[in-house]
Structures are given as structure tokens and as C-alpha cells.
């Protein structure tokens, strides 16, 4: 970068840019040889919110901005939770978490043996003594033993409290915990090459559920108030949906706003759901707005055919139970795992001559397509980052039978983003 400051000049500052591609040799030579004046530069206008010094295509930012942006579609979002313990705090078994648990509340032990014996510390939200005192103070602390979506199709226990979280955020525990709910998990910005970062969810989260290098907000579909009637039942739960991002959709598809809560005619809060999930799954979504879509959250474009709408929501719908693990087609594998061995994960390994994905020296998964290895969701390779986390450990029936069942949900899940894109027929959607 090369700055130069103007003295006594009021006028807005010229931005240029040049790029430079290849070997870092090459590029140290040209930069020793060319004058800065004899630089092919491009003048820039950098533009509000970000202003950003790249060179950027105007003209489809312009359209990719008429879209709404999810963050006032869908207003209430929260950051996952985050223990900054999950060593502690998460665990594949429920019974070692409850053992565990059981233990830290226990008076047998001093702070300062709990703490070497489960490698925790203090920080400047979370305090060994006073998470112990609100454990011990709590009867039906068991409650919150609770399962999670830890990563994309992995789930796991945490123990979801204060006693063992930084934060657990408010509106996780409003609007996910124990209730009837799915949620859009979408981080703001990715330093990843490529936007694959929306994903759903069931339960709770953590902030990095969908990549490690950027936190997700959750994003929950419907909105749950604190009231409880005398059946324990709560009222009146309404969709996170914006009166103006309705009222637009509404004019977009000439219905009138008579549900309830101003959702259009004849559409649910689960349509405009499967719908966003849709789009956020078209490839050409993702291709043509990869530069918008990686430095803030996205924008949904709006149809105005109902047609489309409904297609488009039919496809979501499928994506969504299979990524909640759902869907029945989940029970159709089309990989085998050979039964002799110990199941213990090793070295995990794709070889694509056969398609297996070895666990160890003698045992595999056969019948792995080499697209669906590969698909990441989020900054995740799934299928190789499942079996990574669970390195040393011996698989069980119920885990083998989960990991083909990932694999039938990614190969599903590459068909139809190539069916959302046929439905399409032209950017940016009308």
C-alpha cells in the first residue's frame, strides 16, 4: 500500500488498486523493475458500508442489494453459545457429562483439585467456585443435560448452563432449548474461497458450528415469549419475521397479508424458511454474490412468482430433513462397512480408485462417491471431519449406521442444489 497524504487539500482521497499474480520470485521482480507510474492501476470508488479497496462489479452488487438482508428479515439472532471449556462442557456420552458434572458439584473435592483434574481455569466471565455454588444451589440441575448440534450432522451432549458455559445466550434458551423449533445458522464474513455457510438446526449451537475460523449466528424461525399457560403449554409463538420483509413478500406475490401475523395468504413461516434455505443452497446463488456473500450476511432475493415459490420451498423443505436427519431417504445407504475389526478410528483416509473411506488399516466405509467426500458445509469437509473428531475412539452400531446415513444426506443434498438451479431461470430471480 502506498499512502500519500495531501497537505491542505479537502478533497476526497483517490484509490487505486493493481494486482499482482504469481510465484512470490515473480512478483518481487516486477515490482523491483516497474515504476509505480508505469502500473496498470485501476481507479477505485469504494462504496458505503464497507468501503472496501478491491475493485468490485457495481452493477451486481446494485442487484444482489435488492434482496433483503436476512439480519431484517429474520431480526431476533443471537451468537452460538460458547463455553471456551468444550472439553468440559461437551461430550459424545451423556453419562460421562453426567459423571462429570456429578463430580464438580460434589463437596469431596477442592476448587483447586477440580481444576487440575478437568483442566479448567478461571477467565474473566467464569469462575470455578462460583459455577460449583450455583451447580450445588440447583436440584434439578440434571435438566439441563441436554443434546446439541455441535457441528454440521454431529451431534453431541453439553451441559447447557452458566456452570459450565461463558455464555449460553438468552435467546438460545428462549426461543431453541427444549422447543418445537429449526433455526439458520449463517456466519457475517468467511475467509473461506468459497460460501457454503448456511446451515439448520434443531437444537442449540455453538458459535462454531458452521466453520471454526468465523462465529455463526443462530437465526431461530419462531419466537417463544416467556408466558407458560396452566398446562404448561406457551402461548402464541410467532415467526421471526419482519413486518416489512412480509409485506414486501406479499406484494411480490400478489397475496394479501390475511394469516395471522401478516404472513401472506395461504404461506407458512416454514415455506419462507424452505424457500431462503433454497436459495442459500443455489450454486449460481453462491457464485455470482461469493464476494458480497463473504464480507456480510446474506441477502435473500425475493420472486414474484408463486410458482417458483413453492418449488423452490418444496426443494428447501427436502434439503432441511435431510440435514436434521430426518428425511426417510436417509435409511437407503449405498455404502457397506465390513464387520471384522475393532472399530476404532485411526487414520482416516479416502483412496478414490475404490471409494472407500478408510478408518484404519483393516476396515473402511465402501461405496463413498468422491463429490460427496469432498462437500464441505460450511468450513467443514463433513465426511472427514466426523471421523477425525472421533479419532481414538471405537465406533458403535448407532455411529456407523449415522455416518452412512451422512452420506446419503450429502449426495441428496448435491442433487438438489443442481434442482434449485434448473428451477431458476434467470438472475437475479423476478
Request: glycine share 4%.
Amino acid at each position: 500500500m502506498l499512502c500519500v497524504k495531501e497537505r491542505d487539500n479537502l478533497k476526497p482521497a483517490l484509490i487505486y488498486h493493481a494486482d499482482l499474480w504469481g510465484t512470490r520470485e515473480s512478483k518481487y521482480t516486477d515490482l523491483f523493475e516497474t515504476a509505480v507510474d508505469r502500473t496498470r492501476w485501476t481507479k477505485l470508488k469504494p462504496q458505503s458500508s464497507f468501503y472496501l479497496f478491491v475493485p468490485q462489479d457495481t452493477g451486481l452488487r446494485t442487484k444482489y442489494e435488492l434482496g433483503w438482508k436476512i439480519t431484517e428479515a429474520m431480526p431476533i439472532n443471537v451468537l452460538g453459545f460458547q463455553t471456551h471449556r468444550d472439553h468440559f462442557a461437551v461430550d459424545f456420552d451423556k453419562a460421562n457429562l453426567f459423571n462429570r458434572f456429578s463430580e464438580f458439584r460434589s463437596t469431596d473435592l477442592g476448587d483447586s483439585e477440580i481444576r487440575t483434574k478437568f483442566d479448567i481455569k478461571d477467565n474473566r466471565d467464569w469462575k470455578i467456585h462460583e459455577a460449583r455454588s450455583r451447580l450445588l444451589a440447583d436440584k434439578n440441575w440434571q435438566t439441563l443435560l441436554i443434546r446439541c448440534a455441535y457441528r454440521p450432522f454431529d451431534f453431541r451432549f453439553c451441559y447447557f448452563s452458566e456452570a459450565a458455559m461463558d455464555y449460553p445466550r438468552r435467546e438460545l434458551v428462549a426461543h431453541m432449548l427444549g422447543k418445537d423449533n429449526v433455526a439458520l445458522n449463517i456466519t457475517r464474513q468467511t475467509k473461506a474461497d468459497t460460501w457454503q455457510n448456511a446451515v439448520v438446526s434443531d437444537k442449540p449451537t455453538p458459535a462454531l458450528f458452521v466453520e471454526l475460523k468465523d462465529g455463526s449466528n443462530v437465526f431461530p424461525l419462531y419466537l417463544y415469549p416467556e408466558t407458560i399457560s396452566e398446562l404448561g403449554l406457551h402461548k402464541d409463538r410467532r415467526p421471526n419475521l419482519s413486518q416489512g420483509f412480509l409485506k414486501i413478500l406479499a406484494e411480490k406475490l400478489r397475496l394479501s397479508q390475511e394469516e395471522p401475523h401478516g404472513l401472506p395468504k395461504g404461506i407458512t413461516p416454514e415455506d419462507i424458511f424452505h424457500y431462503a434455505y433454497a436459495v442459500f443452497h443455489s450454486p449460481t446463488y453462491r457464485a455470482r454474490y461469493a464476494e458480497f456473500l463473504k464480507i456480510d450476511f446474506p441477502r435473500l432475493p425475493l420472486t414474484s412468482s408463486l410458482k417458483l415459490f413453492r418449488a423452490l420451498a418444496s426443494k428447501g423443505a427436502e434439503l432441511v430433513a435431510l440435514h436434521l436427519m430426518e428425511s426417510p431417504k436417509l435409511n437407503d445407504f449405498i455404502t457397506e462397512f465390513p464387520p471384522k475389526g475393532d472399530n476404532i478410528v485411526e487414520k482416516v483416509q479416502y483412496t478414490d480408485k475404490d471409494k472407500r473411506v478408510w478408518i484404519n488399516k483393516a476396515q473402511y466405509f465402501s461405496g463413498v462417491p468422491k463429490a460427496v467426500w469432498e462437500f464441505h458445509v460450511g468450513g467443514y469437509q463433513v465426511c472427514e471431519k466426523w471421523l477425525k473428531d472421533r479419532k481414538g475412539r471405537k465406533l458403535s452400531y448407532e455411529d456407523i449406521q449415522h455416518y452412512q446415513k451422512i452420506v446419503v444426506a450429502l449426495k441428496e443434498t448435491i442433487r438438489l442444489m443442481a434442482e434449485i438451479d434448473k428451477l431458476i431461470p434467470s438472475w437475479p430471480i423476478i
